[in-house]
């Protein structure tokens, strides 16, 4: 399995962002939960559009079958009000064009982040980049690795640092400005 990085550039994300609503609303509404939800892909892609009319997700963990509970961002209720939009409440919000109301599969939501981070040239770039840029620009918003931490159900500061690049970026600015 390859590391996957954070989008740190909001310019970026901002162009990932365009670039996918041009294209499809499921893959942009996608790319959008996963960025401002902090969730794994595989607890987004089996969501419904009941759960999106909530102002929070409450989810059990595939990974972890933890019970979550995640309010949403304004800015996601906002851009979840109009997807939902004339959709039956027991609809998956990423529905797949195959079979009858089924989700897209990971390789399908993979597919799609890497069509988009072809777009804008980036690299290392998997479905968990999506709850990688979650926590690297909540972490730089709030400065709050306790918080963090709990969010992503980390053991420890260290590892939640690690996981969203935070220790990356002090090695490459260390690295910028070593000399001999």
């Known amino acids: 399995m390859n590391f ?6 909001p310019e970026v994300i901002r162009a990932i962002k365009k670039y996918l609503r ?3 609303d ?6 959008v939960v996963g960025i401002n939800s902090g969730l794994r892909i595989s607890d987004i ?9 909530r102002p929070y997700f409450s989810i059990r963990e595939k990974k972890t079958s ?11 209720k906002k851009e979840l009000k109009w997807y939902v939009e004339g959709k039956e409440d027991h609809e998956f919000l990423f529905k797949s064009r195959e079979g009858i109301n089924k989700p ?34 909540f972490y730089k918003q709030t400065k709050d690795v306790a918080l963090l931490q709990e969010i992503f159900n ?6 939640t640092l690690k996981y969203i690049g935070i ?11 070593f000399k001999i």
């Open 104 to 137: 897209i599969g990971r390789s399908m939501a993979y597919k799609i982040l890497r069509s988009a981070a072809e777009y804008v040239s980036l690299d290392e770039i998997g479905t968990h980049t999506l709850r990688k840029t979650f926590g690297y620009h």
């Open 66 to 76: 933890k019970q979550k509970r995640i309010d949403m961002t304004p800015s996601l």
């Open 26 to 31: 499921r893959n942009y509404m996608m790319f």
């Open 4 to 9: 996957v990085q954070p989008i740190r550039d």
């Open 154 to 159: 980390h053991s420890s500061p260290a590892i």
């Open 167 to 177: 220790n990356q970026d002090g090695i490459d600015k260390a690295m910028k400005e």
């Open 22 to 24: 041009e294209d499809n």
């Open 45 to 53: 892609l089996p969501l419904r559009v009941k759960d999106a009319k």
